[in-house]
């Protein structure tokens, strides 16, 4: 795996922590971590678009995001948990997954041709 999709990764990983800060943040140091969060969050994402396809990258980062902050909500913040829910996110997680591996044979033969 490549540095750009690691910061990927991680930024999906970190957007959890701002999105589930900006539900539940009350007091000022927890809303300068959600901004700092923020901030990481998106530098991460901005470095990876300089090496991969700004719409692969934007698709598994909020996938990534999204899957982790509901998982985050029912595991850490008491949501109900559903399993139509469990199973949309390893739907959403496939579809992840799915784009990383096209992309990266898609990068491959680029290589290969250049």
């Known amino acids: 795996m490549n540095r750009s999709w690691l910061y990927v990764f991680i930024g999906g990983i970190v957007e959890v922590f701002w999105v589930s800060g900006l539900k539940h943040a009350d007091t000022v140091f927890e809303w300068i971590l959600t901004g700092i969060t923020i901030i990481i969050s998106f530098s991460l994402i901005v470095a990876a678009t300089k090496r991969l396809p700004i719409g ?4 598994v980062f909020t996938g990534l995001g999204t899957g982790g902050t509901v998982l985050a909500e029912m595991l850490v913040f008491g949501e109900p948990f559903r399993i139509s829910k469990v199973l949309l996110i390893l739907l959403l997680l496939v579809g992840v997954m799915g784009l990383k591996m096209i ?11 250049v």
């Open 56 to 59: 692969t990258v934007y698709a």
């Open 103 to 113: 992309t990266d044979n898609h990068e491959q033969q680029q290589e290969v041709t």
